[in-house]
């Protein structure tokens, strides 16, 4: 069992910027890909970003590109995404999640084995 907690969310202007932050704390020695996900009223959820195991590949939404930034603790399973230059479209519930098995697809939902409780990004204009 992996428990994933978000952290970082509230409210900002466009423009400005929020950094998010994910741990994931389950049996020692693992490492996990994580990922974000965001979902907005009346949408479905859809991906935002992703890290691998080790750090040595990102991925990100085409949405997101060059805006946002997703890094990972050294040695522990805590992931970090830095938004900036958030716009009003970037509100949602930011959700993390951790891929344990695998070879995942980061860039799909299917392939996370566990999900936090989401943390609210809110941009206003």
């Known amino acids: 069992q992996v428990h994933v907690v978000e952290s970082g969310g509230g409210l900002v202007q466009a423009g400005g910027s929020l950094r998010l932050s994910c741990s994931a704390s389950?049996?020692?020695?693992?490492?996990?890909?994580m990922g974000w996900f965001r979902q907005a009223p009346g949408k479905e959820r859809e991906f935002v970003s992703a890290?691998?195991?080790?750090?040595?590949?990102?991925y990100y939404a085409d949405s997101v590109k060059g805006r946002f930034t997703i890094s990972r603790a050294d040695a522990e399973n805590t992931a970090y995404l830095q938004m900036n230059n958030v716009k009003p479209d970037d509100t949602a519930v930011y959700y993390c999640a951790v891929a344990v098995f695998g070879p995942p697809i980061l860039v799909e939902a299917r392939s996370y084995d566990y999900w936090g409780q989401g943390t609210q990004v809110t941009v206003s204009s």
């Open positions: 890290i691998t195991w080790n750090g040595d590949r990102t």
């Open positions: 389950g049996p020692p020695g693992g490492r996990y890909g």
